[in-house]
T-cell receptor, first 115, second 114 residues
């Protein structure tokens, strides 16, 4: 199994809603990542989890709250988002957080629309 | 800091023609370099990677890339384009200080006409 799965595929939410994005991998990877991708732009790194601990937070607003309940699962909790947060949210994982085993494999993404 | 520059936001080719997507990198140390492809409304798929084992790297779907240190380039090629190759292509470099985060180029949209 070489797949990263993400749910839901699409999400529409209001600015007062609370929602969560889910990412799962069963490859035994020990690093997981959240990216945000706006239309016609490259992905931008948001968070890195290494061995279930938050290792990198790229100055992301607190309305985005990541969580790594176990080594296979990564969540992104959303609260009080703004319309400009509408984007494709990509999850990725890698065998290791650095070195030769750090090749990242991406999920299909969740397309988020904030109204 | 490491970075990559992709020349050309759009490249148009005819089906069966050579595909050449350009990527130049900036790095003070030997980099890990990657090409990813993104089809519409999908995530990124790893096409190929350079890790200093060989300068000519073969990837999936008939793509290959050649690492040229003298030109600081890692251009992506395919001898004969297929309609299904139409997608966005991202070159990326992996930082090697601390955690191995990816830095992406701005992307090149490949358009294939019949």
């Amino acid at each position: 199994d070489t797949e990263v799965t993400q749910t839901p595929k699409h999400l529409v939410m209001g600015m007062t809603n609370k929602k969560s994005l889910k990412c799962e991998q069963h490859m035994g990877h020990r690093a997981m990542y959240w990216y945000k991708q706006k239309a016609k732009k490259p992905p931008e790194l948001m968070f890195v989890y290494s061995y279930e601990k938050l290792s990198i937070n790229e100055s992301v607003p607190s309305r985005f709250s990541p969580e790594c309940p176990n080594s296979s699962l990564l969540n992104l909790h959303l609260h009080a988002l703004q319309p400009e947060d509408s984007a494709l949210y990509l999850c990725a994982s890698s065998q290791e957080p650095l070195g030769p085993g750090a090749d990242q494999y991406f999920g299909p993404g969740t397309r988020l629309l904030v109204l | 800091a490491q970075s990559v520059t992709q020349l050309g936001s759009h490249v148009s080719v005819s089906e069966g023609a050579l595909v050449l997507l350009r990527c130049n990198y900036s790095s003070s140390v030997p980099p890990y370099l990657f090409w990813y492809v993104q089809y519409p409304n999908q995530g990124l798929q790893l096409l190929l990677k350079y890790t200093s084992a060989a300068t000519l790297v073969k990837g999936i779907n008939g793509f290959e890339a050649e690492f040229k240190k003298s030109e600081t380039s890692f251009h992506l090629t395919k001898p004969s384009a297929h309609m299904s190759d139409a997608a966005e292509y991202f070159c990326a470099v992996r930082t090697n200080s601390g955690y191995s985060t990816l830095t992406f180029g701005k992307g090149t949209m490949l358009l294939v006409s019949p």
